[in-house]
């Protein structure tokens, strides 16, 4: 038995500029079986009619679709799915109190979906994708694990989270002042002068955030997570813009930032992961169809 995903690329797809040949060369549907359908002029892939046979893959002029078979096991790890035909998250990593967990993999396996998740912005639908995700199934579908107590912790609100987006060069768009004075005024722990010291910035203080470069701005958004006072700090991609001694210093602040706290760090230099987890967990899976998260 295998478990069948059918993605469609709804940015791609564009049913006004084709023959809709996902629907025309069908096999299933030439014999009667509607495995594709057009509702509002767009297609959907019925995954348990569809035979996996590929021909709508290959006959798609703009390469929008995706048909993946993988282990019928795998459904009971199902964690997200984002809509019919949509991406699909199988498993989760497993932050660890006082240890810093790696998190490695391609682009569009579901790295970022999997942060969000566990930093609290997105609840889980398990494969629901029609309703929005609940705290009790999720804690119900972690019972027994680590996750499970971790969730209720972080539902509970005993955990907080302080989380370094991916995005860092939006900041100029949405941040102005002077450095100093940004830092300053989000410092929680008293850790100001460590920090700046730590990361480099001294230099950057008296600038305004428009002004600085992009390891500098990198830096600025890992210092205003870091001076965050919470339980849990998840960094997406706290490596990128910086040269390798910038990414050194990054590397052992976050290490002692990590003591009696949980620390994940999302990144694409191995090196860096390497220096800085004390385990890794890799991300594997079709970009933008699914994502599989290893254990650690």
Request: a neutral charge; charged letters at 25%.
């Amino acid at each position: 038995m295998v478990l069948r995903v059918a993605v469609i690329d709804r940015d791609a797809c564009n049913p006004s500029k084709c023959q809709r040949e996902c629907y025309r060369f069908c096999p299933p549907v030439k014999m009667g079986i509607p495995a594709v359908e057009f509702k509002d002029d767009e297609p959907y892939i019925n995954e348990e009619l569809c035979i996996g046979c590929g021909i709508c893959v290959k006959k798609c002029p703009f390469q929008a679709i995706q048909i993946v078979n993988l282990p019928q096991e795998l459904e009971t790890n199902l964690v997200h799915q984002y809509d019919i035909n949509g991406f699909r998250l199988f498993r989760l990593p497993v932050p660890v109190r006082d240890k810093i967990l790696g998190i490695v993999g391609r682009n569009g396996t579901g790295k970022s979906t999997a942060i969000k998740i566990l930093a609290g912005k997105l609840i889980p639908n398990f494969g629901d994708y029609t309703r929005d995700g609940n705290i009790d199934e999720v804690l119900e579908k972690f019972a027994g694990t680590q996750l499970y107590y971790y969730f209720k912790d972080l539902y509970n609100g005993r955990i907080r989270v302080a989380y370094k987006p991916q995005e860092v060069y939006l900041t100029p768009k949405v941040v102005s002042g002077k450095v100093k004075n940004i830092l300053k005024s989000i410092d929680e722990r008293g850790e100001y002068d460590v920090v700046v010291d730590a990361l480099s910035l001294d230099e950057a203080l008296d600038k305004d955030v428009k002004e600085l470069s992009g390891g500098e701005v990198q830096r600025l958004v890992i210092a205003a997570a870091a001076l965050k006072d919470a339980d849990v700090y998840l960094f997406d991609e706290p490596s990128s813009f910086n040269d390798v001694f910038q990414r050194m210093r990054v590397a052992r602040y976050l290490r002692r930032l990590a003591s009696k706290r949980y620390l994940i760090v999302v990144d694409h230099d191995l090196a860096f992961l390497d220096y800085i987890s004390d385990f890794v967990s890799v991300v594997y899976g079709s970009p933008g169809a699914y994502g599989i998260f290893t254990r650690p």
